[in-house]
T-cell receptor, first 113, second 113 residues
Framework: KAGVTQTPRYLIKTRGQQVTLSCSPISGHRSVSWYQQTPGQGLQFLFEYFSETQRNKGNFPGRFSGRQFSNSRSEMNVSTLELGDSALYLC????????????FGPGTRLTVL | DAKTTQPNSMESNEEEPVHLPCNHSTISGTDYIHWYRQLPSQGPEYVIHGLTSNVNNRMASLAIAEDRKSSTLILHRATLRDAAVYYCILRGEYGGSQGNLIFGKGTKLSVKP
């Protein structure tokens, strides 16, 4: 089975721009969660999508949004980028059961200049 | 949210056993104890999880205290490839986590040859 894939792997943007990151989950998985990892804050939960609906949301501003398509692929969007948005963005897929294993992708490294 | 407490760092020698402790005194009866690890430049990966009984898999063993207020991840023979940050996470359907992974700082394990 193919693992979780994320595109692009690296991205450089400037302040004020917006960015869209993509995540393809493991085949058959209906849940996709997004996390932000920074040296200062560590790994933080952004939001989770299950069957095209946002099921849970972390404590991030509205500039961070996401969506999920009928094939379970997910995108997250960050608008009006700030320097502090520079981070590794990870997505994880699972079957959707609350305590099921989450399988992480390699992440997208976003640098905001 | 139920919180976990782990040592910031630990050192081990190659081919020796490693015991990584985790305290979770506020665990609820329905919380599972999950362990993930993050190798350098990779996304986190699942290691093991349990509810009440001790658990074993090909990667590690999980020893859970009888009162469930603490647990220990056991790597039976550490290898250089086990050098990573290990996260102890409580997951449950109810409460703040709603099944999502709430990462703490984790324990950075160094393995010496």
């Amino acid at each position: 089975k193919a693992g979780v894939t994320q595109t692009p792997r690296y991205l450089i943007k400037t302040r004020g721009q917006q960015v869209t990151l993509s995540c393809s989950p493991i085949s058959g998985h209906r849940s996709v969660s997004w996390y932000q990892q920074t040296p200062g804050q560590g790994l933080q939960f952004l939001f989770e999508y299950f069957s095209e609906t946002q099921r849970n949301k972390g404590n991030f501003p509205g500039r961070f949004s996401g969506r999920q398509f009928s094939n379970s692929r997910s995108e997250m969007n960050v608008s009006t980028l700030e320097l502090g948005d520079s981070a590794l963005y990870l997505c994880a897929s699972s079957t959707g059961q609350y305590t099921d294993t989450q399988y992480f992708g390699p992440g997208t490294r976003l640098t905001v200049l | 949210d139920a919180k976990t407490t782990q040592p910031n760092s630990m050192e081990s020698n190659e081919e020796e056993p490693v015991h990584l402790p985790c305290n979770h005194s506020t665990i609820s009866g329905t919380d599972y104890i999950h362990w993930y690890r993050q190798l350098p430049s990779q996304g986190p990966e699942y290691v093991i999880h349990g509810l009440t009984s001790n658990v074993n898999n090909r990667m590690a063993s999980l020893a859970i205290a009888e009162d469930r207020k603490s647990s220990t991840l056991i790597l039976h023979r550490a290898t250089l490839r086990d050098a990573a940050v290990y996260y102890c996470i409580l997951r449950g359907e109810y409460g703040g986590s709603q099944g999502n992974l709430i990462f703490g700082k984790g324990t950075k394990l160094s393995v010496k040859p």
